[in-house]
């Protein structure tokens, strides 16, 4: 269903890493939202007013913020297809992020207005119900179409892999959820209408689930803001293909920047053979930058690195190199190792790259290779840099 929306509203609807059919994406869900919140608050509003109900008039209040949301979100996309300017010269994409978490703080304070709301009325007994066959109805009709537009929300941001979207999804079902419990706290008071206090205890259940899910959907939004490790899968897809291409001896010192779904910058490190034309090795970057770059979309920046490919002792030295390190733990490489002879000694320089969140004492580390590798030759004097790795 959501793929037949999208082919009828959204020209090119498969091209999703173009900024406009985003955008359009984003439109098509954003209205299809409001519309259905409209219809939603006002129906279960007035309900509400005549059942005398608390928790149904806080639901349909609930609905009114998703229609906030969705306004945010239309508004947010919106933005977010802006083109680059001198001020934002990598893009507006993030924005698609912002909006994402402007959503979330509407779920929590939504959350701590019907906990507090329901909370009095518990304690000061203010409850008065009515419900009728038509109030379980409506409930039910409403708890079908959230669970429907949330079903929207989750197939349109899937195609799109938006934050903003998944974010509206989660809220959907959190309604779907929180409309259900009102449901059955309003058919045991039909017929147990002394257990009047289910209809604000309810409500506070349904607040407590709410900021939760809320307070979770702040982390899942901020993060991408603060930076995010890339998806695993993609840097394997890219790194494969760099490694494909003849001449090239090894990757290191990757980093990837994500300014949008559709705005990547990707810098690397390529070895290449020191003894190859460095006219034909510049040839190859050029090729390797512009054919990964047009495959996947992203701003790819190379570096060349030569390395002595007919020099035994190197070999030696990255053999040993390797041991060592392998014994502290099996995550820990190397890169750039080189030799530089002088009169009085040789320098061994090479980088060394420790995982992230490691507790391996970088000292000890150090102290242990240079001891190995002076063992081998007195002259050697070894030079290490310590690198984190940005990726999994």
């Known amino acids: 269903m959501v793929n037949l929306i999208r082919k009828i509203f959204i020209k090119d609807y498969e091209n999703v ?3 406009k059919v985003r955008e359009k994406h984003g439109l098509v869900a954003s209205i299809g939202g409001i519309i259905v919140n409209i219809i939603l608050f006002g129906v279960k509003f007035l309900i509400g007013l005549l059942a005398g109900s608390r928790a149904i008039i806080s639901d349909a209040i609930n609905n009114l913020t998703d229609l906030v949301s969705n306004i945010v979100s239309l508004i947010g996309f919106k933005i977010a297809s802006k083109p680059a300017d001198k001020k934002h010269p990598y893009g507006h994409e993030r924005v698609e992020y912002v909006t994402g978490m402007i959503v979330s703080f509407i779920i929590i304070a939504v959350a701590i207005v019907l906990g507090y709301t329901s909370i009095m009325a518990l304690v000061n007994h203010d409850v008065n119900v009515t419900f009728t066959i038509a109030s379980f109805i ?25 934050v903003s979207l998944k974010a509206n999804m989660q809220d959907s079902i959190n309604d779907a959820i929180s409309t259900g419990a009102v449901l059955v706290a309003a058919i045991i008071i039909y017929f147990f209408p002394s257990l009047w206090w289910l209809d604000p205890a309810i409500s506070i259940a349904v607040a407590l689930f709410i900021l939760y899910s809320g307070i979770k959907l702040v982390m899942e939004t901020t993060s ?33 920047h994500s300014y949008g779904e559709t705005k990547i910058f ?4 390529v070895e290449v053979d020191a003894y190859v034309d460095v006219i034909e090795s510049h040839d190859l970057i050029d090729n390797i ?16 690195d030569p390395i002595d490919t007919k ?18 733990n099996a995550e820990l490489t190397f890169h750039d190792l080189r030799v530089v002879k002088g009169s009085t000694h040789t320098n061994v320089l090479f980088d060394v790259v420790l995982p992230l969140e490691n507790k391996i004492d970088q000292k000890l580390i150090i102290e242990t290779l240079k001891d190995t590798i002076s063992k081998l030759d007195s002259k050697y004097k070894t030079v290490i840099k310590i690198d984190n790795s940005y990726i999994h």
Do not use: W
């Open 311 to 328: 020099n035994p002792e190197i070999v030696i030295l990255k053999e040993v190199v390797a041991k060592t390190l392998g014994k502290f």
């Open 266 to 269: 990707i810098t690397l490190h």
């Open 289 to 304: 930058e512009s054919e990964i770059g047009s495959k996947y979309g992203i701003e790819l920046t190379i570096h060349m």
């Open 138 to 162: 409506v409930l039910g009709v409403a708890i079908v179409g959230k669970i429907l537009i949330g079903l929207f929300y989750r197939g349109m941001g899937k195609a799109i892999d938006s």
């Open 17 to 19: 890493k173009d900024k």
């Open 224 to 256: 991408p803001l603060i930076g995010l490790t890339p998806d695993s899968d993609f840097v394997k897809a890219v790194l494969k293909d760099v490694k494909s291409h003849k001449g090239v001896h090894g990757i290191h010192d990757l980093v990837v």
